[in-house]
């Protein structure tokens, strides 16, 4: 079965947005991208909250997101390919192809689509990746850390997570950020029982 990756932008200060809810500074420049698009050959399934669903869905539906730069036409064409499981109680479709729709997210929901999936699955947004991580279904966690700090906003890692981690690469840009990926040792310390539930489906995950 394939690896569970949380794939996530984060600050120096462990945030993924801005108190206002702006990543604008961890757009990536073509480096980057090229980098995180070659990463993506062995993933086939995304896994989204609903808010990070409407956010990468313009790859498929905006006509003008592969011409954005010369390596977003690489990007999109990756992203389309892939199976995207959504997990949301509140929204009513979805519009993209090869997507599917869950009312909740469980740890036997990330195991289902993880015995489904023909490679690896990315799991991104902090919100739902950190009911995830309670849930002790991630495998490897990967940042992409930008040169700045935030001062407060949406943290990368939620409130009572204890991880082992292992340091297995780092690749560092010449914008100054550097993708760093741990594969996850040890399980949570949580008082999370293997049949969790996210208290509220994941519909406010941040980007």
Avoid at 5 to 12: C, D, H, M, P, T
Avoid at 127 to 135: N, P, R
Avoid at 136 to 165: A, K, N, R
Wanted: charged share 25%; net charge negative.
């Amino acid at each position: 079965m394939g690896t569970v990756i949380y794939s996530v932008a984060s600050s120096l200060d462990g945030y993924n947005s801005d108190t206002e809810g702006d990543f604008s500074w961890a757009v990536p420049d073509e480096a980057v991208v090229a980098a995180l698009t070659d990463d993506l050959a062995s993933v086939s399934t995304y896994l989204y909250g609903r808010r990070m669903y409407e956010t990468m869905a313009v790859w498929e539906t905006d006509p003008t997101a592969p011409t954005w730069s010369p390596e977003s036409a690489r990007f999109a064409e990756t992203w389309k390919r892939a199976d995207k499981v959504v997990f949301s109680s509140s929204l009513e479709r979805t519009w993209t192809e090869r997507t599917r729709l869950e009312r909740e997210f469980t740890a036997e929901a990330v195991e289902r689509a993880r015995s489904e999936a023909p490679g690896d699955l990315t799991i991104e947004g902090p919100t739902l990746a950190g009911s995830a991580l309670l849930l002790g279904v991630v495998d490897v966690v990967e940042l992409l850390l930008c040169p700045v700090t935030l001062g407060g906003g949406t943290p990368v890692f939620p409130d009572g997570l204890s991880l082992d981690l292992r340091l297995v690469r780092e690749r560092r840009f010449d914008n100054g950020m550097v993708q760093i990926t741990y594969v996850v040792d040890r399980p949570r310390r949580t008082g999370h029982g293997p049949g969790y539930r996210a208290t509220s489906p994941p519909d406010h995950a941040s980007a």
